[in-house]
């Protein structure tokens, strides 16, 4: 998860506005999802398979490459309003709840199915944008295991391998 908001923005210590992500300081331009948005995606995901609540929540964060992590407060009110409107049912599942889709969402999901397939090509938009980032950090994190492995118990071969990590980190938080 990245923080685009730099820490005196105002929105409070996690730098998350409205759990959309917002137009940061940066201009990011449009919110990944306003709340309405948010309840088909969800639809879609519970569609897909039964899921738990924080089953959707890691979804959600895997299918958009990290950039967006709802919170518990935006995801469990609005598994409560789906089943209200009768789009899903729950059953327990150990001391969780497994949240299944019903006809009528299945219905009110083909209704829209534009607009859910429009929503979830955004996300997926935004996971391309992070691809290059993310096979950097993972050649990154390979690098630094080999080395260490090569390095067979050497401690300063290991602390070279610590300062340089911890130079990138604060050459990264320093942008």
Known sequence: MFHRHSHH????????????GGHGPRGRGPKMFDAGAMRYV???LIAEKPRHGYEIIKELEQRSGGGYS??????????????????????????????????????FL???RQFVDAILARMAEGDEHRDGLRSAMHELKHAAIEQARAANHQPERIEQIRAILRRAVEDINAL
């Open 9 to 20: 923005h105002p929105h409070g210590p996690h730098g998350h506005p409205h759990h959309g």
């Open 42 to 44: 969800v639809l879609q």
């Open 70 to 107: 709802p919170s518990p407060g935006a995801i469990y009110p609005l598994l409560s309003m789906l089943l209200d409107m009768g789009h899903v049912v729950a059953s327990a599942d150990g001391n969780k709840k497994l949240h299944t889709i019903t006809p009528e969402g299945e219905a």
């Open 110 to 112: 083909a209704e829209n």
